[in-house]
T-cell receptor, first 109, second 114 residues
Framework: GNSVTQMEGPVTLSEEAFLTINCTYT??????LFWYVQYPGEGLQLLLK?????DKGSNKGFEATYRKETTSFHLEKGSVQVSDSAVYFC????????FGTGTRLLVSP | DVKVTQSSRYLVKRTGEKVFLECVQD?????MFWYRQDPGLGLRLIYF???????EKGDIPEGYSVSREKKERFSLILESASTNQTSMYLC?????????????FGPGTRLTVT
């Protein structure tokens, strides 16, 4: 079945630093890829998505590109803010999704 | 906007009690899901419902059951709560039309079993 591996956290950055959170997947076929974000005390919110190879998802300054050749979907942001502190989940699938274990991001002023 | 609501944000129950967690979505989605979230384990699928009265076991169904009598409502039932069911429970829904397969999540219920 499908699986997702994402880097362990926490990732600790200063405000305005560049962010990368790695995500690789194994899948049958070409499933959609997602990044979800969970702020403290809340459920998951969709951050961005890509539905086919070479698609780039983007939202709120975050980007990720569906790389079929490297089976990756790394999350990047050029300049993080304190308000970006949260847990980020990579996910893949069709009808049912498989999630990574989450990466906690801590951004300090 | 899609809205998924869960009946309680926090719940404390005793071992052996029967526990009902309710989830309601307002976008006429066919698919609904129950996950539990534990530190270091991410989200694990408990049960999935394709449509009204249709259900499928997920990865960790033991100790749980579900009910979907109406399209908008999906209930998770702990028949006899145990301490190892202390967790965050997340409900999600998804439309079957469209190609992106994204799921929309509720705010979660943090259940403590003592």
């Amino acid at each position: 079945g499908n699986s997702v591996t994402q880097m362990e956290g926490p990732v600790t950055l200063s405000e305005e630093a560049f962010l990368t959170i790695n995500c690789t997947y194994t899948a049958t076929g070409y499933p959609s890829l997602f990044w979800y974000v969970q702020y403290p005390g809340e459920g998951l919110q969709l951050l961005l998505k890509a539905t086919k190879a070479d698609d780039k998802g983007s939202n709120k300054g975050f980007e990720a590109t569906y790389r079929k050749e490297t089976t990756s979907f790394h999350l990047e942001k050029g300049s993080v803010q304190v308000s970006d502190s949260a847990v980020y989940f990579c996910a893949t699938g069709f009808q049912k999704l498989v999630f990574g274990t989450g990466t906690r991001l801590l951004v300090s002023p | 906007d899609v809205k998924v609501t869960q009946s309680s944000r926090y719940l404390v129950k005793r071992t052996g009690e029967k526990v009902f967690l309710e989830c309601v979505q307002d976008m006429d989605h066919e698919n609904m899901f129950w996950y539990r979230q534990d530190p270091g384990l991410g989200l694990r699928l408990i049960y999935f419902s394709y449509d009204v009265k249709m259900k499928e076991k997920g990865d960790i169904p033991e100790g749980y059951s579900v009910s979907r009598e109406k399209k908008e409502r999906f209930s998770l039932i702990l028949e006899s709560a145990s301490t190892n069911q202390t967790s965050m429970y997340l409900c999600a829904s998804r439309a079957t039309s469209g190609s992106s397969h994204e799921q929309y999540f509720g705010p979660g219920t943090r259940l403590t079993v003592t």
